[in-house]
């Protein structure tokens, strides 16, 4: 029996389904795209999964790895549909949720809306015990009091349990008895521990961790376990792997017991593929943006690599108010979100001003134009009047877009209150959503102290490369780079991602008052733990690599930055390390002030899989497909070429304006650009100088 040869990557989007297939052994690649089925998001999967399989040519018994990312868990926690669950916690410590971290995200606000705790008052139960913030045990934990919880909770018909108690981080002891005891209390009730699921200082976050965690536990444990049990059902011999929100692959056991780790698995799967295609390019400092139909992602990409957070706010009350949800204890790669998709719907507000998102139609009903029963204008409509799109080859010719329904629903719900004809409602919700993005990423950037005009637009996603010329200008770009099959490459990420794991270990020391025979024995143990999750996950033990970071800050500071760690640890590299850490975040080097660390920090990883750089070659002819009237903000509504992706030659240098259809992204470029394909099939797009600055 020949070995499998087969990799799928399936992302599930709010809107769309995507499909990577990789042919390892005739190395090919093959895409795929599907509505999503919010109701059973696995339906799309196994469809998808049996069409592509059946345009290759192949059976499912010939993939050795299906890897899977979702929104699942991120949509369960905003639209608060998620199982019903208790916490136990330590007597005191019963407001935590509620009380936060009692700050105001808006200080003029009279009307501040706070996050609603995931956990109502009365299912928070106390407990008697106490750790000291150094770990020593100052009540031992009343274990009647445990059982008495126990039997509440039971009553209170709790699907889940989370328990966070002070400083478990330092001694899990008591929080492991509480586990146990519960496993025997109320069997079959699944339990999460704040020391396993986010073992670090912070009570607040690590109490939101543990909660989201079994709030979504069992939601994601039948999906899982489902969707792994019907792909091996119909022959699947390889495993089914995970994105983890920091960028890396893990099994199926380690998602299902740790859901929360997934909630930003989608997203980390588009900065990993963009990765991924600036290094065969040769581009190093870019902006991943990956529009699909509900959300914009955007994220900085520096030296080729995209940087890391160990926080991540979930379910915001306001989506752009820093501080208005629920922060967690989760390893992310860093970004930004809106939202921003071909999806998002246009309004008039009360004002009478032209409104784009965050609201979005999804793939049930959808824009307009997909004669699904939307009835609300949406981006993706816009764009269909503009002419960016092509109503007879939208998903490649197989599925129609209605744009005399737009024109209707666009003249009454917008064009007359407006007073406005529909060409300029049109333009209007293009330009409103691209200045949104805009918007938002130059903040993201300001923020990290860049500027935005020494990087490149790396544009991918469903709706991507329409918006990629128009976020460009805004944003003074010269160069876009979009990659062939830009509308799938977040499935691509899930491909070429290495497994990865991060594992922490808390406990705040003076730099000068660290153990560091207690510091080695914490990254041994750490080592042990990650070596083992990632063979399990198929990486050979000789290919596990290490890297150290702590958290680090001076004495009296309330927040602590990462700081990449020498090898050789001694209080003086780690210093070093420190001050060159703060000088470039801040411009400054304090010396001789007193520091601080908080946490260890450890990401291992094992070597990225083997993919082609480029999702399909040209297939030769002529590219040319003819001409339509196109809208663009210097010339109105003109005649423009429009292109056959993959008919372009390598090499060849165009001129817009144009338009580049392929079968799951169209790209829009303006008439101030060249354009051409490298030679691994991405499409560059050079802005005039004169125009971008």
């Not at 629903?409 to 007359?416: K, N, Q, S």
């Not at 033990?541 to 990462?562: C, E, K, L, N, W």
């Amino acid at each position: 029996m020949t070995s499998p040869s087969m990799r799928i990557g399936v992302d599930v989007g709010g809107t769309f389904t995507d499909f990577v297939l990789v042919d390892e052994a005739q190395s090919r690649v093959l895409t795929g795209k599907r509505l999503t089925t919010p109701d059973d998001p696995g339906r799309a999967i196994l469809d998808g999964i049996t069409r592509l399989l059946g345009e290759a040519g192949a059976a499912i018994a010939d993939v050795r790895q299906v890897v899977h990312g979702t929104t699942l868990v991120t949509n369960t926690v905003i639209e608060r549909k998620g199982a019903r669950i208790g916490l136990i916690t330590t007597r005191g410590f019963r407001d935590n949720l509620e009380m936060g971290r009692e700050m105001r995200y808006d200080l003029y606000d009279l009307a501040l809306e706070k996050p609603e705790p995931l956990v109502s008052r009365p299912r928070r139960h106390v407990v008697t015990e106490r750790l000291s913030a150094q770990g020593d045990i100052l009540r031992p934990l009343d274990e009647a009091e445990v059982r008495a919880a126990a039997q509440a909770l039971k009553a209170q018909g709790v699907e889940a349990v989370a328990v966070c108690l002070l400083h478990s981080y330092l001694d899990p002891a008591h929080e492991r008895r509480i586990g146990a005891i519960l496993a025997e209390d109320l069997p079959g009730i699944p339990v999460t521990l704040s020391s396993d699921v986010a073992p670090e200082i912070r009570e607040y976050e690590r109490a939101n961790t543990a909660c989201v965690n079994a709030y979504v536990l069992p939601l994601m444990d039948r999906y899982l376990a489902r969707l792994d049990h019907e792909l091996h059902e119909r022959g699947l011999r390889g495993p089914l792997h995970l994105m983890l929100s920091a960028g890396g692959i893990a099994t199926v056991r380690h998602a299902r017991a740790n859901p929360v780790q997934l909630i930003e698995s989608g997203p980390a799967a588009g900065a990993t593929a963009a990765m991924h295609v600036g290094a065969a390019c040769g581009l190093s400092e870019m902006i991943s943006f990956d529009m699909g139909g509900t959300t914009a992602k955007m994220c900085l990409i520096e030296g080729g690599e995209a940087e890391h957070a160990s926080t991540f706010e979930a379910a915001r009350v306001k989506r752009f108010r820093k501080g208005s949800g629920l922060p967690l204890k989760v390893p992310v790669i860093d970004l930004i979100e809106i939202g921003a998709g071909g999806g998002s719907i246009a309004a008039v507000n009360a004002m009478g001003l032209l409104t784009v998102g965050p609201e979005s139609a999804g793939s049930v009903p959808g824009p307009v134009c997909y004669g699904r029963g939307g009835r609300h204008p949406t981006v993706t409509d816009a764009d269909l009047l503009l002419g960016y799109l092509s109503p007879d080859y939208f998903l490649g010719g197989e599925m129609g877009l209605d744009r005399e329904a737009v024109e209707n629903a666009v003249r009454d719900e917008l064009a007359g209150p407006l007073g406005m004809s529909v060409d300029q409602v049109a333009a209007g919700i293009h330009a409103v959503v691209n200045e949104n993005m805009a918007a938002a990423t130059r903040m993201y950037i300001a923020e990290k102290g860049r500027d935005p005009r020494r990087y490149a637009l790396l544009a991918f996603g469903g709706a991507g490369p329409v918006h990629a010329y128009g976020l460009a200008k805004l944003l003074k770009l010269r160069r876009i780079v979009v990659p062939a099959g830009a509308g799938v490459a977040s499935a691509l990420g899930f491909l070429v991602a290495a497994p990865a794991i991060d594992l922490v270990r808390s406990g705040v020391r003076r730099l000068v008052a660290v153990d560091w025979a207690e510091v080695a024995r914490h990254y041994a143990e750490m080592e042990a733990e990650a070596r083992a999750l990632l063979i399990e996950t198929g990486a050979a033990p000789g290919d596990v690599t290490f890297r150290q970071s702590a958290d680090m800050r001076y004495v009296g500071q309330g927040f602590d930055i990462a700081v990449p760690l020498p090898e050789t640890l001694t209080a003086e590299s780690v210093e070093r390390a420190f001050l060159d850490a703060y000088q470039r975040l801040f411009d400054r080097r304090i010396e001789g002030l007193p520091i601080e660390l908080l946490s260890w920090r450890l990401h291992a990883s094992a070597s990225r899989p083997a993919v082609p750089a480029t999702l399909g070659a040209s297939i030769g002819g002529d590219a040319w497909k003819g001409v339509r009237d196109v809208w663009f903000p210097q010339t109105g509504r003109k005649p423009c070429a429009v292109y056959d992706r993959y008919r372009l030659q390598p090499g060849a240098t165009l001129r817009g304006p144009a338009v580049v259809e392929e079968r799951e992204s169209t790209t829009v470029i303006g008439p101030d650009c060249d354009f051409g394909l490298d030679g691994h099939g991405n499409l560059i797009i050079d802005i005039d100088a004169a125009e971008a600055v």
